[in-house]
Each structure stands twice: as C-alpha cells, then as structure tokens.
C-alpha cells in the first residue's frame, strides 16, 4: 500500500518526513515564512476561521467550552495569535521546528503569552496527547507533511485528547484532481474524497465543513471540517 494513497512519488517514509524538516529549517521565523509569501491573506484566513468556529461558541448552551485548545502545526504561533488566545483561557502550541517555538514568544507579545499553557516540540507522528485535556484542536496547513497512516493515527490521539463535546477543526487545501505531491517542502494535497475517506477510517465525523473565501485566485481552495467521534 502506497504511504499517501495515489502518490507514487512518496516511496519512503524516511525521506518523506527527512526532506519535510530540512526545508523547514531553512525558512525564515516570521509571518511571510510561514505563509510562504502569502501573509496579506493572514486577516482574510483568520476572519473565515473565527466565523466557522463561532457557531459552537455561541448560544445559551454552546457546545464548546474556553478552556483549553491546541494549535498543531504552530510555528511562530500566529493562528494562536490571531484568534485562538483570544477565545481560549489557555492554548498549547505543537511545533516540530524548535526555532519556531523559540520565537512564538516575542512573536505573540507578553499578554497573550501568559496564556500560553505548553510549547510542545514534536512532529504530528511522534507526539503523545494527554487524555481528556483539550476543549478544541485546530489543525491548520500541516497534514500534507503525514503519511496516510500517521494522518489516521494523529486524528485517534487527538479523539482521546478531546473532552466530551470536544472539537477538532482541520483546515487545509483540497486538490481538485489526484493527490499532489510538492517536492520543494515534501508534501501533499489530498482530494475532498481522501480527506473524508481517512477522518471516516480515523472513526470521525463531520460536524460542518465550509469552503474559505477571500484567498487569491491562484491557490489551492481551502476547506475547513468540524470533526467529532462518530459515537458522540
């Protein structure tokens, strides 16, 4: 079995996370490096991601708490920055590059790094979530650097992870024809029907899913999902 379903080019695990983590290492840790040149869509990405996550937050019995979340695939921290620490008393950042972490403090600024609860290095394929712990995980941009197999495995840790009622929000690009494979930054971009076929293999529902807009014309479209147990 092909380690990301119809991608040939992905023929060892090794080197797929090997070459994910030198590139990596050579980009810069400011806003523009993590968005790969694209840091004017920042507002537009953060303003669709706070609309999608309202609705649970809302209401005389909302179905999130504002406890605690985790923002995987960090950085410097700047969906943290943009409106996770903003809602959440407390949220964790899972980063795989350490000089990312290094600089989220000065990044996010003193007030909103007290509210900070972890700086966790480690890569979405080795990290162990403790039990019960997080209100929400926002998953943004970051599981193209999984193999079919860990993609599956991060998403039943983070079922675990969730309190009851929980969420996890993945937001990412969705390509429009077979998987593609980006040998620049060792990645891939999964099709609609694979996303759905891994959360589905993973024992996750979707809750909501909606389509970001407001992003250039020349990118990948971007999907958000809602996902929760299938049992909850």
């Known amino acids: 079995m092909d380690l990301i379903k119809g991608c040939k080019e992905v023929s060892s695990e090794k080197s797929f ?106 890569g979405l394929q080795d990290v162990n979530l403790k039990p019960n712990f997080y209100d929400l995980i926002w998953v943004q941009w970051v599981t193209g650097h999984l193999t079919d197999a860990h993609f599956i495995e991060f998403l039943r840790k983070c079922q675990n992870a969730l309190l009851p009622g929980g969420l996890l929000i993945l937001k990412d690009n969705i390509s429009s024809g077979d998987v593609e494979w980006d040998k620049v930054d060792s990645s891939v971009t999964r099709t609609h029907a694979q996303l759905r076929g891994i959360f589905k293999q993973a024992g996750m529902k979707i809750v909501k899913e909606e389509h970001q807009t407001n992003f250039p014309a020349e990118l990948y479209k971007v999907f958000m999902f809602a996902l929760s147990k299938e049992d909850s």
């Open 17 to 122: 996370y090997e070459e994910a983590d030198k590139y990596w290492k050579t980009i810069t840790p400011t806003l523009d490096g993590m968005l790969g040149g694209y840091s004017h869509i920042s507002t537009s990405d953060a303003l669709g991601s706070r609309k999608f996550l309202r609705e649970f937050l809302q209401g005389s019995n909302p179905r999130l708490r504002h406890k605690r979340a985790l923002d995987c695939g960090a950085g410097i921290g700047r969906v943290s920055k943009l409106f996770l620490l903003h809602i959440f008393d407390t949220v964790d950042l899972l980063e795989q590059n350490g000089e990312f972490l290094k600089q989220a403090p000065s990044y996010l600024g003193p007030e909103l790094s007290k509210k900070v609860g972890e700086y966790i290095c480690a």
